[in-house]
């Protein structure tokens, strides 16, 4: 519902056959119409038409202008998920180097967005990026396989004492938030321009739950990192009276987290509610590291820890289940 005012219209029906119905008066008035305009008319996902009255007119860009400040690489990143096009940094002077290096860090880590323009003064950043392009759901699958590789990879460095290997896990951190904030760039959009989502094949209804598995996706991520963060603290490895299961956890709860995002994509309700059931086996696996650890000093703390994250990587999969429903028919 775009307006705030519902007009209820009678279809009506010419001797020919043709159906009917008036716009209101004053939405053709205020988007231009006249005798002869040409409009666009769309059946939505849901059933319901569309009326374009824009149709073949080229969208204006959005331009956001910012000034300088310490928080201007969040700024910028604000703007992107806001789904502006343009974004000017303009300060009143010289642009010190500190700002300069804080848009080029902030236009890294955003996809699409590049720098265009540049002078002593105005650094100007375009999103060249065609939303129509990325569906939201292919984005949400690269987003989970690199998290689900860092998962993998984060308790292969722990239990091996491979800090090379946490170190890349950690680096792999950036790709997952670009992918993060673009996924929402993109729901914003959609949420902004209807039409969009139907290409996309996205009702806005659904853009929250897009959001919501994004955001647990990214913590996957995140907690990935704190185990890898534990190896390089560490420094060695495990031995295998607590890499044994230690590992049994791990491979459960990254089960439970690949079945868990198959459930969205497929829509399996009974695949999600498998997932939500494993929690009891989920404590007794961690009972079974708590077990082992017994007296093993440092080590054995860090087992402990990395044991907790694993734990938190399950409750992101039961989340994500939850969000699992029927499609309608």
Known sequence: MW????????????SSGTFFVCVPKGWAERVGLGRGSVVAVSELIDGRLAVDARYGVEREPRVAVISPSPYLSREITGKYLLGYDVIRVVAEDRMSG???ESVKQASNGLVG?????????NIVLQCLLEPSTFPPE?????????AAGMHRDAVRAFVGGDV??????????VEVDRLYFLLVRILRTIVQRPGLGEGLGVRAIE?????????????VGDLSVEVAEKAVELGEGVGEGLSEPLLRLHGFAFGCHERALEAVFSRDVEMAEGVRRERGEVEELLGGVEGAVGGAGGVGACVLAVAGL??????CAVDVADLVMRKEE
């Open 164 to 173: 090379h290997l946490a170190r890349n896990v950690v680096a792999r951190d």
């Open 113 to 121: 967005l590049e720098i265009v323009e540049e002078d002593y003064s």
């Open 310 to 315: 694993i734990g938190r990587i399950f409750d």
């Open 207 to 219: 853009c929250l739950d897009y959001r919501l598995m994004a955001s647990l996706v990214e913590s």
């Open 3 to 14: 307006g705030s005012v519902v007009e209820l219209r009678k279809v009506q029906r010419t």
């Open 98 to 100: 500190e700002d300069r």
């Open 138 to 146: 292919k984005i949400l699958r690269r987003e989970y396989a690199i």
